[in-house]
């Protein structure tokens, strides 16, 4: 069965650090993967996405993310993290024509 | 409008009561999802509409769970029966042309059944 794991429920960090969200997926074929960002009280905002190409993604508020086919992830880094990436970030992966699964989501909180 | 909207935004309802959400998508999005998002559960996929192709059911958890679509824009959806368990964010989605495509959600619809 498709399934997507995140392995950390909660990382804090402080702010300027350097920050890393795993995701690992396990699917059969080529995945089409995204990673979102829910806001405390806001909807999901989409970050970026791999479907094919360079594995390495740029997204939206300087996150990137790395498709690794050998190690079945997708990892979501920020070089350096401002208080405002506080949210919880969601990997999602499809497959062929199935709506996407999502994973239960890393809460990521910042500190001084 | 400008994003995907969903109404109310919050609904208390007792048990066993019938409760129907609403989403209105961004105009001209083909695709609407519905997901539900249970505290430390992530999102979990209950229906999906792609233009006048029939539904994706696949992920709706009981038949006291129903959704439509009228006229390729609003969806309904709708819990017959609420139980406990059935509370939650419930969200809405849509996309310009379906599946990997980018999906806009709206800020979903608390639902607490008591």
């Known amino acids: 069965a498709q399934s997507v794991t995140q392995p950390d429920i909660h990382i804090t960090v402080s702010e300027g650090a350097s920050l890393e969200l795993r995701c690992n997926y396990s699917?059969?074929?080529?995945?089409?993967l995204f990673w979102y960002v829910q806001s405390p009280g806001q909807g999901l905002q989409l970050l970026l996405k791999y479907f094919s190409g360079d594995t390495l993604v740029q997204g939206i508020k300087g996150f990137e993310a790395e498709f690794k086919r050998s190690q079945s992830s997708f990892n979501l880094r920020k070089p350096s993290v401002h208080w405002s990436d506080a949210a919880e970030y969601f990997c999602?992966?499809?497959?062929?024509?199935?709506?996407?699964?999502f994973g239960k989501g890393t809460r990521l909180s910042v500190i001084a | 409008g400008a994003g995907v909207s969903q109404s109310p935004s919050n609904k208390v309802t007792e048990k066993g009561k019938d409760v129907e959400l609403r989403c209105d998508p961004i105009s001209g999005h083909t695709a609407l999802y519905w997901y539900r998002q249970s505290l430390g559960q992530g999102l979990e996929f209950l229906i999906y509409?792609?233009?006048?192709?029939?539904?994706?059911k696949s992920g709706l958890p009981s038949d006291r769970f129903s959704a439509e679509r009228t006229g390729g824009s609003v969806s309904t959806l709708t819990i017959q029966r609420t139980q406990q368990e059935d509370s939650a964010v419930y969200l809405c989605?849509?996309?310009?042309?379906?599946?990997?495509?980018?999906?806009?959600f709206g800020q979903g619809t608390r639902l607490t059944v008591v």
């Open positions: 699917y059969g074929a080529t995945p089409y």
């Open positions: 989605a849509s996309s310009l042309r379906g599946l990997f495509t980018e999906a806009f």
């Open positions: 999602a992966v499809g497959e062929g024509n199935t709506p996407l699964v």
């Open positions: 509409f792609q233009g006048n192709s029939a539904p994706d």
